[in-house]
């Protein structure tokens, strides 16, 4: 019988979770790029910088022992404290449904999470499940919401082709701009994701992509005449898997994982690679914090 999504999310795990807060990048009240680190709404009285005064600030930020020290007019700026919401997009295409756990089942997983962590701080969620068949977006805020997600992604099976390039384009498009927006996928729809990702970026919003591969895709042992199927297509090819062609399709790898890496980085945005094989537990977190997601 297939994982669920929820079968780990036990009391043992939640409790984890309360260690952990998001760490994503945002821009400050003043336009100076820093980390979130707030738990609730409003402004902040935490010191960020001074900028030079000019005709018309308010005289109640100027920094009056700097005046005193230094015979010159500051003015003090503060980071602001901001809850920007987070929002999850989950690729549930047919190429999803592979190892063991599926790519899948380990992406919801690490979804929900991050989302549970959100929550914990009262920051509140949205997901978004790119599918042939629409599913309505599920909204989360409350600290105990994590179980209306979960019970939706446990009645998902993955199939058909990836609509997640359109499910990125319609968070673009949709408010807040100013969002978290985590993308789940085993990276294969590149032509119709690329510009979707782009166009959110270009609206304001931080965006993490995390490309989800099974051992079998990044680390292949087996030899032999075989006969694939794609899964989105159905298209069949016959396949002789000597070490010549292992070592091509080692090759088209690395190739795949330079070219999402180059791209990201031309695009300010984060990415990581997660093992569908990967248990939920220290070692993802260790990952998710080194790719900036939390802290």
């Not at 500051?74 to 404290?81: D, N």
């Not at 959100?118 to 599920?138: D, G, I, Q, S, Y």
């Not at 384009?169 to 979707?196: F, N, W």
């Not at 591969?213 to 159905?234: K, N, Q, V, W």
Request: charged fraction near 30%; proline fraction near 4%.
């Amino acid at each position: 019988m297939p994982e669920k999504v929820s079968e780990v999310f036990d009391g043992k795990l939640l409790e984890s979770l309360t260690r952990f807060e998001l760490a994503v990048r945002t821009l400050t009240s003043s336009g100076i790029r820093g980390e979130k680190r707030s738990r609730r709404k409003g402004s902040s009285s935490e010191y960020a910088d001074h900028r030079q005064y000019v005709h018309g600030d308010d005289l109640r930020r100027l920094d009056w022992h700097a005046l005193a020290r230094l015979d010159t007019m500051l003015i003090r700026l503060y980071a602001a404290e901001e809850t920007l919401p987070l929002e999850i997009i989950i690729d549930t295409s047919a190429s999803m449904d592979f190892g063991d756990p599926t790519k899948y089942v380990t992406a919801a997983r690490v979804g929900c999470c991050l989302t549970q962590i959100a929550l914990l701080h009262a920051t509140p969620a949205l997901w978004r499940f790119a599918n042939e068949k629409p599913l309505e977006p599920v909204r989360l805020s409350g600290r105990n919401d994590i179980g209306r997600v979960l019970r939706v992604l446990d009645e998902i099976v993955p199939d058909g082709k990836s609509t997640l390039g359109e499910a990125v384009r319609r968070s673009a498009l949709a408010g807040p701009r100013r969002k978290s927006l985590v993308v789940l996928t085993d990276g294969y729809d590149i032509e119709e994701l690329r510009p979707a990702l782009r166009a959110c970026r270009a609206s304001g919003t931080e965006v993490y992509l995390a490309i989800v591969l099974a051992p079998e895709e990044t680390d292949p042992t087996i030899r032999g005449e075989f006969t694939f199927i794609d899964a989105e297509s159905g298209t069949e090819a016959a396949l002789s898997l000597d070490r010549p062609t292992l070592k091509r399709y080692m090759e088209m790898l690395e190739g795949f994982r330079a070219d999402w890496s180059e791209y990201c980085r031309g695009s300010g945005i984060a990415l990581m690679e997660l093992s569908s094989a990967l248990e939920i537990g220290p070692e993802l977190f260790r990952t998710l914090a080194a790719g900036g997601l939390i802290g």
